[in-house]
């Protein structure tokens, strides 16, 4: 009972199945949610495009610059710092970006965060709104895109210095400005957010006054992507939710039947009285189906094997018991009589029960034997033809004896007489229909021995021209310990087991074997005939 328990508690539980079908099917899912979520060049193509932005609105600003604040002075031309300052401040006032200005010497001479005024400037920095859900998950992101970013081996982005630089020193990208190239620059700022910066010459008259340096932040790409990546997230759940429904019913299809089965052939395995079957499940047409066919098949066949071996154990105990009756009967009377001549018959049926019993032990075992040969060996070409010449040749002295003929009809012209099997059951079983058609057939008779090639079948024949077969027992001559022998031949000289026993071999080889009548043309027995069909 312990194992039709634990099969019970299988059968309550998420079965092993559907954890390893749904881990699959959401292995595959996470590893493209993770690589869509990642966005990484739908982010660089907006970082591109902002970069542009940038560098259009500087190189505009630049020009503005250069011809409004500017002056010459002994044919230098350098800025007006107080001009430049409100230019600056009013450019970028719907930019949103943070514009600095520095001179030729480097120097800081004009911040769109600083107001100027007769007793100093006053500096503008924008307070960051409060820490929200979204920016805490845009950090979570950010921590995630750095991350994968490490596995690939990506360089990190040089930190922002904050917004207290007042050298041109201190930032590359002004520096090659003041050299008279634009350059660019991308630098990590907190929470994961981008420092965006263009740097472009101020030029007048084609000399280089100073340095125009727009600074943004990424709080535009930020959003642009974190809502890419929530669109992504919202069908990531859908597609989470149909993954795992199809998952379960994909998995109830398949765990919830083998369950099904195990339990049935459990129950099987345990019942004494046949109560129980293993479930019909071919309407599936599947590989389920096909299994449930070949269990049941499989316990029919156990149940019909198990019906043999009692049948053939009740048919072993009746037929050695007649003889053991008569040996015991007759050793009993041999004790009790002084006759000589009395002992004499009844020590001649003690031998002959005796030998009678030694012959039905030796075919008793001959059977139980060839049902386990055939079960086990494999089988090799075997040409038909050859062997039943073969059994001719090495029976015609023992035929000639009792006045009996043979003729073999051979018809090799559709090609091989070969079979796949085992030479020396097949031998014994054309050697047993041989000697019984030896012992039916009159004296002047003539066997007849016949094999054909009938499409993919080898078809065999024995035909003798004796009584033939009691009629309605064609199908029962093959049973065991059947014994229906000509007359004046002595009762025990067969165990009524050499047809049995050929029919076990011919059907282990996926052939047929069976008896009928010959008849002339007035209706009368002309003699018996028996058929062996093999696959080529």
């Known amino acids: 009972m312990a194992a039709l328990g634990a099969v019970a508690r299988r059968r309550r539980a998420i079965s092993p199945i559907t954890w390893r079908i749904l881990a699959v099917n959401l292995l595959a899912l996470g590893f493209l949610f993770a690589g869509m979520i990642y966005l990484d060049e739908y982010r660089r193509g907006l970082i591109a495009a902002e970069l542009k932005t940038l560098n259009s609105e500087a190189r505009l600003f630049a020009a503005a610059l250069g011809e409004s604040a500017t002056t010459s002075d002994a044919g230098q031309e350098q800025l007006i710092a107080p001009i430049a300052q409100q230019i600056v401040r009013r450019l970028v006032e719907a930019s949103g970006a943070r514009a600095r200005l520095f001179a030729r010497d480097g120097t800081l001479s004009a911040d769109s965060q600083q107001l100027l005024g007769r007793r100093g400037g006053v500096h503008i920095e924008p307070l960051p709104p409060p820490l929200s859900a979204s920016d805490r998950l845009k950090h979570l992101l950010a921590q995630y895109d750095r991350m994968l970013s490490g596995l690939w081996a990506r360089e990190p982005l040089p930190r922002y210095q904050g917004d207290d630089v007042a050298r041109a020193e201190d930032l590359p990208e002004v520096v090659r400005a003041l050299s008279g190239e634009a350059a660019q620059m991308v630098r990590a700022g907190d929470y994961g957010s981008l420092i965006l910066s263009v740097a472009v010459p101020v030029q007048r008259y084609q000399q280089v006054v100073g340095a125009l340096i727009l600074t943004k932040g990424s709080q535009a790409i930020d959003a642009a992507v974190l809502k890419v990546r929530l669109d992504v997230f919202k069908w990531f759940l859908a597609a989470l939710a149909v993954t795992v429904l199809l998952s379960l019913y994909l998995a109830q299809t398949i765990a919830r039947p083998i369950l099904r089965l195990a339990l049935a052939a459990e129950r099987v395995r345990r019942d004494r009285h046949r109560r129980h079957r293993i479930p019909n499940l071919e309407w599936r047409r599947d590989e389920i189906g096909e299994l449930a066919a070949a269990l049941r098949e499989m316990t029919e066949a156990l149940w019909q094997r198990m019906d043999a071996i009692e049948r053939f154990a009740a048919d072993v105990s009746h037929e050695i018991k007649n003889p053991l009756t008569s040996l015991r009967s007759a050793v009993e009377t041999a004790t009790r ?122 078809v065999a024949e024995v035909l003798d021209e004796g009584p033939g077969l009691p009629e309605g027992k064609e199908q029962q001559i093959f049973e065991r310990f059947y014994s229906e022998r000509p007359r004046g031949e002595r009762f025990g000289d067969h165990s009524g087991l050499g047809l049995s026993i050929s029919k076990q071999i011919i059907e282990a080889h996926g052939g047929r074997i069976f008896a009928e009548n010959r008849r002339h043309a007035d209706g009368s027995v002309a003699g018996a005939r028996f058929v062996v069909e093999l696959p080529c």
């Open 337 to 458: 009589i002084n006759d000589p001549e009395r002992r004499e018959q009844l020590m001649a049926i003690i031998k002959q029960d005796v030998g009678r019993l030694d012959r039905l032990i030796s075919d008793i075992a001959e059977a139980s034997r060839v049902d386990a040969e055939m079960s086990r060996a494999g089988g090799e070409p075997v040409d038909i033809g050859r062997m039943l010449e073969t059994l001719v040749e090495v029976t015609e002295m023992t035929a000639a004896d009792r006045g009996v003929a043979f003729r073999l009809s051979i018809a090799s012209g559709d090609g091989s007489l070969s079979v796949i099997g085992l030479e020396d059951r097949l031998v014994q079983v054309f050697r047993n229909l041989i000697a019984n058609a030896l012992s039916f057939s009159p004296s002047g008779g003539i066997i007849t021995l016949a094999a054909a090639r009938r499409g993919r079948q080898l």
